[in-house]
């Protein structure tokens, strides 16, 4: 995919040719807001007496909880209870129907909490993680069999299941919690077995098989990066799961997991730790089950061709291959309170034991005293009165929340990827955007985009005493109905704030352009903001079409429609994210370029009577039939309800004879200063006389003195 991007200092929602929106509300207006903000420590608590049996009816006077010895005061105390009663919901067999309208619905994200939600009180949230990432498909065909035998046969009226799945770099909730069986075998049956398995990991030891290559690049630097991403995963569905006050189990299908040496020691510990904020224990579940196999390795590779074979280096090396792989998941389960399963062939037995481990407990919330947001680990104990000689198990501490200002590198991106993976939009930062496209042969198109943020949302940073912001850019393209990625931009750009930017920031908008090349579908983009200097955070979501025109047959036609109140010099817009190079590719793609000037879309349709409006587009005169035509004609008519206003003389343009499509570029610029101001429809004819076919395009404008 080819990628434009420039950084735009200038002013600037549209028709049907166009996608635009911004993330404020409507009606939003500029108003001082105070804000509280407060934190809040919440703790789940299981009280056994000496027998193991749980202690029902206690209150928050019974309990007494410190922090680094500090005692605080307990706020809400709730007991959850989950009986053991067998699900009654009758399973109906789903049909081919209801697999692709799961599957259609399958992107979604866990719901979080708001206040006064009773919807899981009394409930066991259970979370079953498939890596299909690091699955061989019989693993995979293993642990979806268990995943569908326990919903079957051992759900209970209690349980609550979520379906997560970690495949082509991506966390995807395929279901939130539910207790409809049918639904969870339905999103079961869609997922395929063999998929993403490109993470699989290979070894360079005595075990290896001889494939009689020449020596190439060893693979251990490469499952590096693969445990830390499978790693990294783990950490993001945690955090998905820490939404929510009660106890969450997660149950960890995969084929072992291998740290390779202290190089993902780091990874290990963020992960933990973020399942201990979140109050989420892992179940790993080793879908390879009990492993018996030859020596020196099974059918599946081939035989090793060192001296490993006669010393029994390689019997060694394989034995000791399994065990690191399962210690990583033992480790996983013992540092968050879950049990790991491993070497046991029925799978099902790993779910009910984290189903059985959650029966009775309650949850604490308390405001801590210490409310510096440093973060810094915090020691938490809890007690009961000592005459009931209870037994209890809770989570020993958390991690206290950081600002921005000390967030590190890797806080900093980890705040982008959640920001990005959200499922409601972050309006600390207003942002509007505007998507075209432009054919450029008979299957890709140029796809501008327009980001607009006010400049006075940056002139905050100047105002707390900075010199400069850093802006942080992250786009993501996925397809509507594949589900994948097909094309992303991260940029950030550096904007020194002097009085003199700070205060035309205060007036004017910054806005900032990327282009990717996409084939015709519908698409789902989000794109976000990040001021790195407070942190605040603006994203924009929205669908869009890139139609077909090859299939179009009645009407001519055309590409997006843009309307401009500025034409600047190239050399003078980029501003300082963008090299030399960059304009030069800009130039050769980008169609808003013409003689050294960009033209700079309108995101808001808000025109000065004082400038010229300009409109640019593109007719295609090869379609559908093939044949290109010789002329087209097209004029800009202004209409106020049913009366024409304006119109501008009709424009005869011929597609040049080495005209790609038969493509011709309609440029107009109206003077505005002759009609008053107001609201317009803003209307563009494109007329084939001699195909007799035409096209009109209408946006509503507005023009202020």
Sequence with gaps: MRSLLTFLLLATLSGQAQTVGQNAAPGNTDVTTLSVRSQIVIETVVVRDKKGNPIDGLTAKDFTVTEDGVPQTIRFCEQQSMPSALSDVPLTPSGPEDIKIYNRLSRTQITPESSGDVRYKDHRLMAMYFDMSAMRPADQLRALAAAEKFIRTQMTTSDLISIMRYSGGAVDVLQDFTADRNRLLSILETLVVGEGQGSVESVDDASSADTGAAFGQDDSEFNIFNTDRQLSALQTAARMLGQLNEKKSLIYFASGLRLNGVDNEAQLQ????????????????????????????????????????????????????????????????????????????????????????????????????????????????????????????????????????????????????????????????????????????????????????????????????????????????KDVYGGTTVTNVRDNVNIKLTDATAAELAKQPIEYEAGFTLLPGKYMIKFLARDDETGRIGTYQTTFVIPNLNKEEKRVPISSVVLSGQRVDLKNAIYNAAKAKDQEKEAAVNPLVQDGKKLIPSVTRVFSKERDLYVYLQAYGQGATGAPSKTFVAFVSFYQGQTKVFETQPMAVTPAATARLGTVALSFSIGLNQLPPGEYDCQVTVLDPSGAKGTFWQTQIKLVP
């Design 270 to 477: 963020a992960t933990v730790d973020a399942a201990i904020r979140a109050g989420v224990s892992f179940w790993p579940i080793d879908a390879r089950g009990l492993v018996a196999q030859a020596p020196l390795g099974d059918a599946t590779q081939g035989s090793p061709g060192n001296a490993g074979m006669y010393s029994g280096g390689a019997a060694i090396a394989t034995t000791s291959n399994l065990q690191q792989s399962q210690d990583t998941l033992f480790s996983l389960a013992g540092d968050t309170g879950g049990k790991a399963l491993l070497d046991y062939n029925d799978l099902t037995k790993g779910i009910v034991q984290a189903q059985q481990s959650i029966t009775n407990y309650y949850i604490l919330e308390y405001y801590p005293t210490n409310t510096a947001l440093n973060g810094k680990f915090r020691r938490v104990k809890v007690s009961v009165n000592p005459e009931l000689s209870a037994k209890l198990d809770y989570r020993q501490g958390y991690f206290a929340g950081k600002e921005f200002s000390k967030f590190t590198t890797v806080d900093k991106e980890r705040q982008l990827e959640d920001a990005l993976m959200l499922g409601d939009p972050i309006t600390d930062l207003t942002i509007a955007i505007e998507i075209n496209y432009f054919q450029l042969n008979h299957a890709e198109y140029f796809v501008p985009i327009v980001v607009k943020i006010p400049g006075r949302e940056l002139a905050l940073a100047k105002r707390g005493g900075a010199d400069h912001t850093l802006i942080d850019f992250v786009g993501e393209v």
